[in-house]
């Protein structure tokens, strides 16, 4: 029992009550926190866990069914990745999960060690989401801190061009770029040339957009 199992929060959906009862069981001896919920709807009306986790959820409920719950989260914009139950081999809606994202489609009854693995695949999943979404955050952050000619700097510093050319591009005197390149590495909180673009490059597409506007 591993303490970042403890850390992370496994939320289980099933109109089963007895189904609830065994996952819960199941999951919190390998040292998850579990929370169990009878409907979807149920589900759906809590706020998430703050932790690290994932959705294990039957396919087949009444009123909103699993895929639909999937398509819910993701319409949130909620990252936890969805684990599906499901008492029937139904290969289409196997493929349409596994299309919209689902980390595993296990038909009851399934081995306890294949939802554990599954799990822990999907806490992963959703622990290297989260670090991205904090880069991402921290970046558009720094990036916010800079004025418009700060960001041109910025962009012409990543691109590999010369203070000179960019005080060309910018139609800008040489000393004016220095100033702002000095202003910009100052807010994005570097001290060299690869530290900036290792910066933006952590940040991804977002930071790069966010540099060009």
Sequence with gaps: MSGEAGEACVSVVDDDALVLKALKRL??????????????QEFLSQPADDAPGCVVVDLAMPGIDGLELQSALAGAGDARPVIFIS??????????????GAVDFLTKPFQAEL????????????????????????????????????????????????????????????????????????????????????????GGARAARAARN
């Design 87 to 100: 008492g029937h081999a139904d290969v289409a809606s196997g493929v349409g999960a596994m299309k919209a």
């Design 115 to 202: 939802l554990l693995a599954a799990v822990r695949v999907a806490i992963e999943r959703n622990r290297v989401a989260r670090e991205a979404r904090k880069e991402h955050s921290y970046v558009d952050h720094r990036l916010a801190s800079l004025t418009r000619r700060e960001r041109e700097v910025l962009d012409g510093v990543v691109a590999g061009r010369l203070n000179k050319q960019i005080a060309l591009h910018l139609g800008t005197a040489e000393k004016t770029v220095k100033v702002h390149r000095a202003h910009m590495m100052q807010k994005m909180g570097v001290g060299s040339l690869a530290d900036l673009v290792r910066l933006v490059d952590r």
């Design 27 to 40: 999951l919190s001896a390998e040292g998850f926190r579990v929370r169990t919920f009878g409907s979807p």
